[in-house]
């Protein structure tokens, strides 16, 4: 119950961001190109800060045990959501795309970091590189139908790839950064709470409400990404393999966030219909205050 709390409190503070934002744009202060510049900013920089911070602790036999674990166990609950998301799904690219990926990076980040320190982090790391290199590439391909999204290369040049692999490279090797450097990486990786839902507040001041509150298929999608998927995750990894840990509940949080911003990023790169991409994902990161909670209480 008291983790269930962290996490709920933890999302309060979290829409207090998205409020700023909402506020910002409602009063000009930001522009849509600026949100755009904004999730520029997160995508580019801030994340990748993130991952790589993430593998910036002592290597030992164990840890790298762990992590390879991690990554495969990662593997399997993003694949399980893709298979779901599109068996359920397929007649809308977006909804398809949306409820397959979660707000790992965004949104589970800061709450894995809320109810397990920041270290832990680290068993995510290699989750959310794999979603954003499969969002890069299936997820394109989804909503342009070009196989040419689906290129291992294109996959590769994803700037959360490339963080990932740095990382992972610099703990293999067990190499830490400079303190100067080191200190400038921690510092930006702590804007990826606030400015990602700053940001999510943006696109929220765009919608229109009503007409958002009428589509239907918001709520399937949403029903989907944050209830369906978190209950498969919940089994694939406690029933499939015993036993609570660390691990674990970091890669379940970043499986039972709500719909990833990207959507919105990519929906609007391949002409599709962007207004409703936004409003999915503001949905459904509404709804998730209510079901995070929720289904944190089923580890407990």
């Not at 959310?128 to 290129?151: E, H, I, K």
């Not at 929220?204 to 009503?210: E, F, K, P, S």
């Not at 409003?279 to 998730?288: A, R």
Request: proline share 4%.
């Amino acid at each position: 119950m008291a983790d269930a709390l962290i996490i709920f409190k933890q999302t309060v503070i979290m829409f207090l961001y998205m409020a700023a934002g909402f506020t910002l744009f409602r009063f000009r202060l930001i522009t849509r190109e600026g949100s755009a510049s904004m999730a520029n900013l997160l995508l580019y920089i801030i994340i990748p800060c993130v991952l790589i911070q993430s593998f910036q602790v002592v290597y030992t036999p164990a840890k790298a045990q762990e992590l390879l674990i991690s990554i495969a166990l990662g593997a399997l609950l993003l694949l399980a959501a893709m298979l779901l998301s599109h068996l359920l799904l397929r007649r809308d690219p977006i909804d398809d795309f949306g409820a397959a990926f979660s707000n790992a990076g965004f949104m589970g980040f800061p709450l894995i970091t809320a109810l397990l320190g920041k270290e832990a982090v680290f068993y995510a790391a290699g989750f959310v590189a794999l979603l954003n290199a499969l969002q890069w590439t299936y997820g394109q391909y989804l909503l342009s139908g070009d196989r040419a999204d689906l290129s291992i290369r294109k996959a590769v040049r994803s700037p959360l790839v490339l963080s990932f692999l740095l990382g992972l490279l610099l703990f293999f090797l067990r190499v830490k950064l400079p303190p100067m450097l080191g200190t400038a990486v921690s510092a930006v990786s702590a804007m990826n709470g606030p400015l990602a839902m700053i940001t999510l507040g943006v696109y929220l001041a765009q919608l229109d409400v009503g007409k958002t509150l009428k589509n239907r298929r918001i709520y399937l999608a949403s029903a989907v990404r944050l209830v369906l998927i978190p209950l498969v995750s919940y089994v694939l990894l406690y029933c499939l393999f015993p036993g609570l840990s660390a691990m674990k509940i970091a890669l379940y949080i970043a499986a039972m966030a709500p719909v990833g911003a990207n959507v919105a990023v990519y929906a609007q790169k391949q002409g599709r219909d962007y207004s409703y991409a936004v409003g999915l994902v503001c949905l459904s990161t509404l709804f998730s205050v209510v079901t995070m909670p929720l289904m944190i209480l089923l580890v407990k």
